[in-house]
């Protein structure tokens, strides 16, 4: 068992994009879900964090507005709206799963123990 993002792919400066994660086969019911992305060379930095209760937190100011967390726990879901993309939103997107129930106030990866495999976001003209 094993999180998996999808959704990634090529797009364009000012397109859309929505990235998608199941954590199906994880108990998430007590434990926060995040979305961090990585360039090569780059630290892991967190993008969105969604506690227990449904509420997001969003690490970068430049992305709140853009960017939409959504964790649908009936489904085991979770999903990252990303509109208005920038080249600099070029990366690798995973999502994980945290060691506790609350969104920590910065998006370090330690807070997370449960990892998937990225998908690859590319904006690009």
């Known amino acids: 068992v094993q999180l998996q993002a999808s959704g990634g792919g090529l797009v364009q400066p000012g397109g859309s994009l929505r990235l998608s994660c199941s954590t199906s086969?994880?108990?998430?019911?007590?434990?926060?879900i995040a979305w961090f992305r990585q360039v090569p060379g780059n630290l892991r930095d967190g993008v969105a964090c969604?506690?227990?209760?449904?509420?997001?937190?969003y690490w970068v100011d430049s992305q709140q507005g853009r960017f939409t967390m959504h964790r649908d726990n009936a489904k085991k879901m979770v999903y990252l709206q990303m509109n208005n993309v920038k080249p600099e939103d070029t990366a690798v997107y995973y999502c994980?799963?945290?060691?506790?129930?609350?969104?920590?106030?910065?998006?370090?990866?330690?807070?997370?123990?449960?990892w998937g495999r990225g998908t690859l976001v590319t904006v690009s003209s």
């Open positions: 969604s506690n227990i209760a449904g509420v997001t937190t």
């Open positions: 086969g994880f108990n998430t019911d007590d434990r926060a």
């Open positions: 994980a799963i945290g060691h506790f129930d609350f969104c920590p106030n910065t998006g370090h990866h330690s807070a997370f123990g449960i």
